[in-house]
């Protein structure tokens, strides 16, 4: 299945396509960082521009590309652990929401 969003999207710096086999990635980290951002596809760029308003009001974060929870979840606990690492600093999705009613 294929997903292709309606608007034009840019270039998000160190996306890897050779990376997305692995599930999920980390595209910025910080060496300080408050939060972790993950999201993919078309709202990644979403979490970049979140990403950049936070720093300029002095919160660090760290960005996760993460295409395939699915293929990350079949990654070495090491690893894992690297792309989110097991502290106590928060982690937020950004994801497509439809609302049903």
Do not use: W
């Not at 993950?38 to 009001?57: P, R, T, W």
């Not at 919160?59 to 929870?69: F, G, N, Q, W, Y």
């Amino acid at each position: 299945m294929l997903s292709l969003a309606r608007d034009p999207v840019g270039y998000v710096p160190n996306t890897d396509r050779k990376q997305v086999s692995r599930g999920g990635y980390v595209i910025r980290e910080p060496n300080d960082f408050h939060l972790t951002l993950a999201s993919c596809g078309s709202n990644l760029h979403f979490a970049v521009a979140a990403a950049d308003i936070l720093a300029s009001e002095g919160i660090s974060v760290r960005l996760v590309s993460a295409p395939s929870l699915e293929m990350f979840e079949k990654q070495s606990a090491e690893y894992k652990a690297s792309v989110f690492p097991p502290d106590d600093k928060p982690v937020v999705s950004v994801e497509e929401f439809v609302a049903t009613v």
